[in-house]
């Protein structure tokens, strides 16, 4: 139905219609609107909660099977499950305000996407140290002199060794991300 709002005129739901005619009526005074009002407001919010502690419930249920799913792989010797997409440690639940947060990917898209994300990330870090070494095995294929060769040589090991970090940081943060802790240091 269409109810007019100042000049406008807009499209509701029917029930939509009822709910703002019962407030207004209820701010006029009328005693029966504002109980009215007062039990849909009560029952609307009861209805919130419940579904709150329906959403609490069925994470903190999920944490608890996903580290107990952890704990058996990591005793078997095996890596945790391929099927987890969030990771129990994403879910920090604080049980003095009855509230709950979920951090990282929630959604095998959401994880997906991330690793494309760190992907291409590190293959950014990675493309100019590639062409770096490639010009300088150009080099040392062009060059006769031996301390030229040796210092060339160098400086591509430095670089190899650039190429390991951007994929150890592309593992490291991916990691942090997917499960909200830091890597140990590498030995």
């Known amino acids: 139905m269409k109810i007019a709002e100042g000049e406008r005129v807009i499209p509701v739901s029917v029930a939509k219609a009822v709910i703002r005619r019962i407030a207004l009526e209820a701010m006029k005074g009328k005693y029966r609107q504002q109980k009215l009002w007062t039990d849909l407001q009560t029952r609307a919010q009861e209805k919130r909660e419940r579904g709150w502690d329906e959403l609490m419930g069925t994470w903190i249920a999920y944490k608890i099977k996903m580290e107990e ?3 058996h792989n990591a005793r078997l010797g095996l890596p945790p499950p391929e099927d987890m997409v969030v990771h129990p440690d994403q879910i920090v639940v604080d049980p003095y305000t009855d509230t709950f947060e979920l951090r990282g990917p929630l959604t095998r898209q959401e994880k997906r996407e991330l690793e494309e994300t760190i992907a291409q990330l590190v293959h ?14 150009a080099a040392l294929a062009d060059t006769a002199d031996r301390k030229l060769r040796a210092e060339i040589k160098a400086a591509i090991k430095d670089d190899e060794r650039l190429l390991d970090l951007a994929e150890e940081i592309g593992r490291r943060r991916l990691h ?12």
């Open 69 to 71: 799913k952890i704990a």
């Open 124 to 137: 950014n870090l990675k493309e100019p140290v590639l062409e770096r070494i490639a010009k300088m095995q």
């Open 176 to 187: 942090y991300f997917t499960t909200g802790h830091e890597l140990p240091p590498p030995e």
